[in-house]
């Protein structure tokens, strides 16, 4: 079985898995509403309340929103904050799974409101990493870093799985949030360093070829160049020879504007949907209506790009393809993996690049190139999200603006510093594990606090079921 064939199988073992977690939560959900239906409570209470109906069970969820003034909160709060989005952003992921933590813990608001600002927090730290990245080159062919094709793919599919995932935060309860992410980011986290390490051994393997050749004209110091890790296909492309240190041009330069301009045609189309969904009544017919034209919208862009790389007349060149190598069943996989992540980033107020960013480096695109796609992606996927909490009123403005210049400030800073490391270290794989890292510390932070959440309610003998969309207000 060639190293390909493996990892599309990885792929489609963690699509699978994916799925059925989300598809339990639903019959979950689907199952409490209709118990709860007959015999309504209220979160905070042990007490069936007169008179209820669901029309008026948005008194089911309370949001705090702190005072915002110069506090020990604040201070340490933009600290973690600062360093989570200088990870998250030369990671990939956004850095979601730390500022939500950060912002029920320390800065006091409740969960469905901190993951709200954890995307408006994503959405400047992927805004100022795009800016970075787009006067930066492929580290080894002659395009640019940020693969547009890959983008096209998955980008439609992200932000229509963006409006299931916010739907989602408002349905499921918060231990089911909680269990979701535990499995899903212990998993991505594992994948992620095993490939690290992969990636590190072939670094190795090619720095010692490359000395040794070097050895006869007697050079021996300073970072010794080499040729592309091979994760993808061997091809005759033209490469040049130092992979770490990517040059830079003017960024109108390096702009894909074809394929730009359909990327922003989607998330235009679709934002306009959720807008003119803002004024009309929840669960009513115009309402499911404008959330349904969002499917052909973003199946229509996919599949149009999808067709393209099938039939050859596009492909992801960023993985060295000189030919077509795609099968419609891949093309498939990968719409649907696109989708998984734009749901788990609604649901869980975190990037998708926790999923797609694994998914690229399984696809053998280079560590610096799935980073910098994978957030062109999620700038339009966070910033969609951001827009839908800000329409159901999930989050208070001012915190939001302090938070994001904060983000957008450390994730300059995170890129200029990293890449600098990599070129003198001369090894991208620093990249893979931050993903891990940050996958990891998302893990085990998240997963503490909805865990603490979880048996403190149970202790109160608080609500702790699901809610109903057509209620929430």
């Known amino acids: 079985m060639s190293e390909h064939q493996i990892a599309w199988k990885d792929v489609r073992s963690s699509a699978g898995f994916v799925i059925i977690c989300i598809l339990g939560a639903l019959v979950a959900a689907s199952a409490e509403l209709g118990q709860e239906q007959s015999v309504p409570r209220v979160k905070g209470t042990t007490e069936v309340p007169s008179g209820y ?36 952003s030369v990671g990939g992921v956004g850095g979601g799974g730390i500022f939500v933590p950060m912002l029920t813990l320390i800065i006091g608001f409740d969960p469905k409101s901190s993951t709200a600002i954890s995307k408006c927090m ?7 990493t795009v800016y970075y990245n787009l006067r930066l080159r492929h580290p080894t062919l002659d395009q640019p870093i940020i ?12 932000v229509l799985g963006v409006s299931i995932g916010v739907a989602f935060n408002v349905i499921f309860a918060e231990w089911m949030v909680t269990a979701l992410l535990i499995l899903l980011f212990i998993g991505t986290s594992t994948k992620a360093f095993i490939k690290g390490v992969e990636t590190w051994k072939k670094e190795t393997i090619m720095k010692q070829e490359a000395a040794t050749l070097m050895a006869p004209y007697g050079t021996t110091s300073g970072p010794i160049p080499y040729k592309i890790l091979p994760d993808g296909p061997h091809t005759s492309i033209q490469m040049k020879f130092d992979l770490n240190k990517a040059s830079e041009v003017a960024i109108v ?22 807008i003119s969904k803002n004024y009309t009544k929840t669960c009513s017919l115009a309402y499911w209506i404008l959330n349904l034209l969002q499917i052909p919208i973003a199946i229509g862009a996919s599949a149009y790009e999808a067709m393209c790389l099938y039939t050859g007349r596009k492909m992801i060149e960023s993985r060295g393809e000189t030919e077509n190598i795609w099968s419609i069943h891949q093309l498939v996989l990968c719409c649907l993996c696109g989708i998984l992540a734009g749901i788990v980033g609604g649901l869980l107020g975190l990037g998708g690049g926790f999923i797609i960013g694994p998914l690229f480096l399984e696809l053998g695109v280079p560590p610096q190139v799935s980073s910098a796609t994978a957030t062109f992606a999620m700038l339009f996927s966070s910033s969609m999200s951001v827009l839908q909490y800000h329409l159901l009123r999930r989050f208070p403005l001012p915190y939001a603006l302090y938070f994001v210049a904060v983000a957008t400030i450390a994730a300059l800073v995170g890129q200029h510093v990293v890449r600098k490391i990599i070129s003198v270290l001369g090894r991208a794989s620093l990249i ?16 503490g606090v909805g865990i603490s959440s979880f048996i403190t309610k149970i202790a109160g003998k608080e609500y702790i079921g699901f809610d109903d969309i057509c209620a929430y207000e």
Request: glycine residues 6%.
């Open 53 to 88: 109906s669901w029309e008026n069970s948005k008194l089911m969820y309370h949001h705090v929103w702190p005072e915002m003034k110069f506090s020990w909160q604040i201070v340490v709060g933009t600290i973690i904050g600062f360093f989570a989005a200088a990870f998250g």
């Open 122 to 128: 994503i959405t400047g730290a992927a805004g100022a």
């Open 147 to 158: 693969d547009y094709d890959l983008a096209l793919l998955f980008q439609p599919m992200l």
């Open 253 to 274: 330069d390096n702009i894909r504007w074809k394929e730009l301009s359909i990327l922003f045609s989607v998330w235009a189309t679709i934002l306009f949907l959720h």
């Open 432 to 447: 893979i594990f931050i993903l891990a890292f940050t996958i990891l510390i998302s893990a085990i932070s998240l997963g």
